[in-house]
C-alpha cells in the first residue's frame, strides 16, 4: 500500500468513518470511506481500461462534486494526473489548456456541454483531439459516455503505481496566465504531504466536519481543507456552487467544525433571511482569504454568530498554506496575512534580493518544501520563477512587523483580483487588440464593493476609427470569461507613456479612480 494512495490508507484505518457528503445531489450522496476508496479503485481500473497510465492527464471541467474527488484518488492510484479545467473560462481558452496538457480523457458536468461540444469540434482534425468523453449528468454530448456507468463498470480490485515517488505529479492547477495561457502548477506527492502538515499544524482534527464552497479547479477547493481531511479522517461536504442560504443551513444541519470562504461571501452570508436563525455554533473557526476581512464583518459574526476567524495567504504555486492570521490577531493586526506556516520560509528583498528589515517594502519571496514543480510544459517560466537560491518570487510588495506580521501592500505586476480569481490584464488587452477599431489599450484593476477589484480598460481608437463601450465590452464577452470582461471602457485621445515606450498604468489609476 502506497503511501499516496489515500483513500487506501484512510480505508485501513477507518472504514466506516463518513467521508464525503455531497449535498449537490438530490438526493444527496453519504459516502464512507470505503465506499470512496471503492469507488476509486473502480475508476482507476476503467481509466486503465481505456489506456490511461502514469503521467497522463485526465481533465475535469464541472461544478463541485464527488466526480472531482472519484477523478484524483483514482489517478494517484495509477500515477496520472489531475487536472480541472476552471469552468468560469471561454471554451477557446480552454482549448489552448487543452492543447498544451494533451489529456486522455475529459470529464465534464452538464452546465459544460455546450463548450465540450464546441471544443470537441474545434479539436476534431486535431492530432490533439480528446477521445474519451464522460458525462455527469444529462444526456452528454455525441460519443460521451455516462461517468457513473463507467466508474461502476471498473472492477472493484486495488490499484497501485508501483513505481510512483513522492516527486511525481498528482495534479495540475492553473493560474492566470500573463500571456493568454494560464501556467500549470505541478502539484506533486511531496507537495501535498508537506502542506497537509503544515494545515494541521495549525488547523485539523481527527474529527471536523469541512464545508467546502471553493470551486474544486482551484487550489482551494481541493487542497486548502478537502485533501488534509482525508489525509486525517475527517468528513468533507460537498455543494456544487456557492449558494448562502444552504450554506447556512448546512452548518447547522451537519454542524460543521470548519468553514472557509472570501470577504464576499462572508458578506453574503449575512444578506440571506436565514441569518438570523442559523445556528453556528459548531464552528471552531472560520477562514478567510483572497483579501483582506473588514474589521466591521468580524466585528459583526463575532458578536451575533461567536464566530472566531482564521485569516491567511496562498498561492496556488506554494502550499497553498503559506500564512495564517490566528483569531485573536483579527482585529489587533487587521489587514495582515499574519505569519509563515510552520515550514514556509519567507522574506522581503529589494531589486537585488537582498533581505529587508522591518516595514521595509520589498517584494515577498518564499521558500520550502511545500513548493510546486514547477509548470507544467512550460521551462522558461519555471526557471523565471526560483532565483539562483531556491526562493519562489511571487511577485507581490509586502513588507513585515516588528512581531514578524507580513502585510502585502501592492502587487508587482498588474495582476488584480476579481471575486477571489486572478485576472491578468495582459489576456484582456489581447482580446481588445483584436478589435478593428482599437489602436492602443491598457487595463487596470480598481475597487469594486463586490467583487474586490474588476477590471477598467483604457483605450485610444485608430485615426477614423469607431466604437461603443457596449461592442468593445461585447468584443470582450465573445472571446474572455465573464470575470475577465472590464466593467468600464473609458475612450481617450492618448495613453500616458514612460521614457521607456511603456504604458503609465499607475497614472492611469490614479488619474481615471472613480
Known amino acids: 500500500m502506497y503511501i499516496c494512495d489515500y483513500l487506501g490508507r484512510r480505508a485501513i484505518y477507518s472504514p466506516e468513518k463518513l467521508a464525503i457528503i455531497d449535498a449537490g445531489k438530490h438526493p444527496e450522496w453519504r459516502l464512507t470511506y470505503r465506499q470512496m476508496n471503492e469507488r476509486a479503485n473502480k475508476f482507476a481500473n476503467y481509466l486503465r481500461g481505456i489506456g490511461v497510465g502514469k503521467g497522463d492527464r485526465v481533465a475535469i471541467l464541472a461544478r463541485d462534486g464527488v466526480e472531482h474527488l472519484d477523478c484524483f484518488f483514482a489517478c494517484a492510484k495509477l500515477g496520472a494526473i489531475h487536472t480541472a479545467l476552471n469552468w468560469r473560462l471561454h471554451w477557446r481558452e480552454a482549448q489552448g489548456i487543452v492543447e498544451n496538457t494533451t489529456p486522455k480523457v475529459l470529464i465534464f458536468s452538464d452546465d459544460f456541454k455546450d463548450s465540450i461540444a464546441e ?35 471498473g472492477a472493484a480490485t486495488p490499484v497501485m503505481c508501483e513505481s510512483l515517488e513522492a516527486e511525481d505529479i498528482a495534479a495540475l492547477i492553473f493560474t492566470g496566465g500573463t500571456t493568454g495561457l494560464p501556467k500549470a502548477a505541478q502539484v506533486s506527492h511531496r507537495m501535498i504531504a508537506w502542506n497537509t502538515l503544515n494545515t494541521v499544524i495549525h488547523d485539523v482534527t481527527h474529527n471536523d466536519i469541512y464545508l467546502n464552497v471553493f470551486p474544486m479547479f482551484h487550489t482551494g477547493g481541493l487542497f486548502v481543507y478537502t485533501l488534509p481531511q482525508v489525509i486525517f479522517g475527517g468528513t468533507t461536504i460537498l455543494i456544487r456552487q456557492f449558494d448562502p442560504a444552504l450554506v447556512l443551513g448546512l452548518i447547522e444541519r451537519e454542524k460543521a467544525t470548519i468553514f472557509g470562504g472570501v470577504p464576499a461571501q462572508y458578506q453574503m452570508l449575512t444578506q440571506v433571511e436565514n441569518w438570523q436563525s442559523a445556528d453556528l455554533s459548531s464552528l471552531r473557526f472560520c477562514t478567510s482569504g483572497g483579501a483582506p476581512l473588514p474589521v466591521p464583518l468580524v466585528e459583526k459574526y463575532t458578536k451575533e454568530k461567536g464566530i472566531r476567524f482564521k485569516q491567511g495567504f496562498g498561492m496556488t504555486e506554494f502550499g497553498p498554506g503559506i500564512f495564517a492570521l490566528a483569531p485573536e490577531d483579527a482585529i489587533r493586526k487587521a489587514g495582515s496575512i499574519g505569519r509563515p506556516n510552520f515550514f514556509v520560509d519567507a522574506r522581503v528583498v529589494d531589486d ?13 519571496v518564499l521558500k520550502g518544501p511545500s513548493y510546486c514543480s514547477g509548470y507544467f510544459n512550460n521551462a522558461e517560466a519555471s526557471a523565471a520563477a526560483v532565483d539562483a537560491d531556491g526562493w519562489f518570487h511571487t511577485g507581490d510588495l509586502a513588507k513585515y512587523d516588528d512581531e514578524w506580521y507580513f502585510f ?43 467583487w474586490g477589484e474588476v477590471g477598467k480598460a483604457f483605450v485610444v481608437l485608430k485615426p477614423g476609427a469607431r466604437a461603443t463601450e457596449q461592442e468593445l465590452l461585447d468584443h470582450c464577452r465573445a472571446n474572455l470569461a465573464r470575470y475577465k470582461v472590464p466593467h468600464s471602457i473609458v475612450f481617450l485621445d492618448a495613453l500616458p507613456i514612460s521614457s521607456a515606450g511603456k504604458i503609465l498604468k499607475r497614472e492611469l489609476k490614479e488619474t481615471h479612480s472613480g
Open 352 to 364: 537585488d534580493n537582498h533581505p529587508l528589515g522591518p516595514n521595509e517594502i520589498g517584494e515577498l
Open 119 to 153: 471544443l470537441q469540434t474545434a479539436l476534431r482534425n486535431s492530432p490533439l483531439a480528446i477521445r474519451n468523453h464522460l458525462h455527469i449528468e444529462g444526456d452528454g454530448i455525441d460519443g460521451s459516455t455516462y461517468f457513473e456507468s463507467a466508474l461502476q463498470s
Open 408 to 450: 502585502i501592500v501592492d502587487r508587482k505586476k498588474d495582476m488584480f483580483l476579481s471575486g477571489g480569481e486572478n485576472v491578468y490584464p495582459v489576456e484582456i488587452e489581447k482580446v481588445l487588440y483584436q478589435h478593428p477599431a482599437v489602436h492602443m489599450c491598457a487595463v487596470v484593476g480598481v475597487p469594486d464593493a463586490k
